[in-house]
């Protein structure tokens, strides 16, 4: 797997996300620093929503092959700026999470947010119930692009 970063807002979802993708027991805990687990760094999400933590992200994702921006498909508050993802020097994928709590539209709308911050791809996921994590990891262990669903698009 490559080595990767997560970013997103506190509470969206990066732990259980991390969990998943490295195969470990899905315990809640809250994330009080940068964390490395296998070839993952977790990140607390204050990191991305206290603009003065924000540099901190950019110059630990030097260390990383991929940025996933990670966007809590229930969540209204989208902490990621248009065209953030040029910050990163690493390439930034982006990653609808929750999608066992959320609407259609939720996830439509989170992944267009997502894309307008350049994060490209982006996946539609569920840590918790294993929704598209196959893909997620997929393209994380060889680049494979996800398969557009009809309700993904736009
Ligand atoms: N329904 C649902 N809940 C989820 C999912 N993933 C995470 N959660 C819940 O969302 C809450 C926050 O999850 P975390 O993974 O700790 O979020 P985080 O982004 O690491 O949060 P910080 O460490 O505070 O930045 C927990 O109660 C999780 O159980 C999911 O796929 N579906
Ligand atoms: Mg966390």
Redesign the pocket.
């Known amino acids: 797997m490559k080595r990767i970063i997560l970013v997103?807002?506190?509470?969206?979802?990066?732990?259980?996300?991390c969990q998943r993708l490295n195969g470990l027991e899905?315990i809640?805990?809250?994330?009080q620093a940068l964390e490395v687990i296998n070839h993952t760094i977790?990140?607390?999400?204050?990191y991305l929503e206290h603009r003065s933590l924000l540099q901190a992200l950019v110059v630990t994702s030097v260390e990383t092959e991929q940025v996933l921006f990670?966007q809590d498909a229930a969540q209204e508050r989208f902490m990621f700026s248009p065209g953030q993802a040029a910050a990163f020097s690493v390439p930034v994928a982006g990653v609808v999470?929750?999608?066992?709590?959320a609407t259609s539209d939720q996830i439509r709308t989170a992944g267009a947010l997502l894309a307008l911050a350049g994060a490209s791809p982006v996946f539609v996921?569920?840590?918790?119930?294993g929704q598209g994590m196959e893909a997620l990891a997929r393209f994380l262990e060889d680049g494979a692009l996800p398969v557009k669903k009809e309700a993904e698009n736009g």
Not at 28 to 31: D, E, G, H, I, V
Not at 125 to 129: I, N, T, Y
Request: charged residues 25%.
């Open positions: 997103g807002s506190v509470a969206c979802g990066k732990t259980t996300l899905q809640y805990k809250k994330t977790d990140t607390p999400g204050e990670v999470s929750k999608a066992d709590a996921v569920s840590a918790r119930a």
